[in-house]
């Protein structure tokens, strides 16, 4: 595509708006702002909204070159994942069917279950998350306790009402990872490529709660911290969705870096086992909850976040993660 082609499918409007935004933070007028944006959209593939996410106008072409941009993210995800595949990572129910030996717990789909069928579930186990069959970013999970119910009928309704159809059992969380944040299930999210059979893990994080709801989600209030994904330790401080930096975690006063996710080996040898299952779907981000006993999988995702790797603030170097998948498949032979 060329510079100009590439300038006119820009939504300009909002360009302005993101570039006039980041002039004030970057102390640039805005033209000279705007034109670099434009620039990074051909020379990296990064959106007005990388753009700003990212600090661009704070980095070398160096560290530029180094983030994985949503276009390059797409161009691994378009290379690497067959796009009928993606049901099966997309559909919870699919997916828990799939990749079962990994998963560890029950779970009951409303679609073909019914009120009776609810309230056994819920009795037995005490307490379930609901949350919709094919939505994300934590849309729609919430906990029910059944000691709380007074009417299982009423209560059926309202979650096909709500389209919440999917109840599973609570996660019970390592001690490790409730000293972070008890209030939720703070899951590990690994990006993986698979290539020739083998699994190459080449990003990954915390993603942490915090707040009232029980999610990690960093689009719905959590927030994610850097990891070694050879040793598994945090490197760095949490960031929001709104770039705030956080050294401790303002719910426990827990330091992020030098945490050590537990079981880590544990951790990479499940991903060995899983990743193949499904070899035409071979860029995932997995999203993994370490229980006292071991990691179990809690989803696949055939169309990885890119916004959660290389955040201002969480390296002394400002490198992005792209050089890990250059190192497996490089981007530049990607179509």
């Not at 980095?59 to 067959?82: C, E, F, H, I, P």
């Not at 096909?160 to 899951?187: D, F, K, M, Y």
């Not at 893990?201 to 709801?213: D, I, T």
């Amino acid at each position: 595509m060329g510079f100009w082609t590439l300038v006119r499918k820009m939504d300009t409007k909002k360009m302005r708006a993101t570039a006039a935004k980041v002039a004030k933070e970057a102390h640039r007028s805005t033209p000279a702002i705007f034109c670099d944006m434009v620039w990074c959209g051909f020379r990296y593939r990064a959106g007005y909204m990388d753009y700003d996410l990212f600090h661009f106008w704070d980095l070398s072409a160096a560290q530029r070159a180094s983030v994985l941009t949503r276009g390059r993210n797409d161009q691994y995800v378009a290379a690497l994942n067959r796009r009928e595949d993606w049901v099966i990572f997309d559909r919870k129910p699919q997916f828990l069917e799939r990749f079962a030996p990994f998963v560890q717990r029950k779970w009951l789909d409303l679609t073909d279950a019914g009120a009776e069928d609810l309230e056994r579930f819920g009795r037995e186990l005490g307490a379930f998350i609901i949350k919709p069959i094919d939505d994300s970013h934590g849309n729609g999970v919430d906990k029910i306790v059944s000691a709380e119910v007074t009417d299982w009928a009423a209560l059926y309704e309202r979650l096909r009402e709500n389209g919440q159809l999917l109840c599973e059992e609570v996660i019970p969380q390592h001690e490790a990872l409730n000293a972070v944040w008890p209030g939720s299930i703070n899951t590990v999210r690994i990006d993986t490529i698979l290539k020739d059979g083998k699994v190459h893990p080449v990003a990954a994080c915390l993603r942490v709660g915090n707040g009232e709801r029980p999610i990690d989600n960093f689009c719905s209030g959590g927030m994610v911290a850097p990891v070694d994904r050879k040793t598994g330790r945090v490197t760095g401080p949490a960031v929001d969705n709104q770039n705030r930096l956080y050294a401790y975690h303002p719910g426990t006063g827990t330091k992020f870096e030098g945490v050590q996710i537990p079981m880590w080996q544990a951790i990479m040898d499940l991903l060995r086992d899983a990743a193949p299952i499904v070899p035409t779907v071979r860029f995932v981000g997995w999203d993994i909850a370490v229980t006292p006993t071991g990691p179990v999988l809690v989803e696949g995702n055939p169309y990885p976040a890119h916004v959660l790797y290389g955040l201002p603030g969480q390296a002394a170097d400002k490198l992005g993660v792209l050089p890990n998948f250059d190192a497996v498949v490089p981007h530049q032979k990607l179509k």
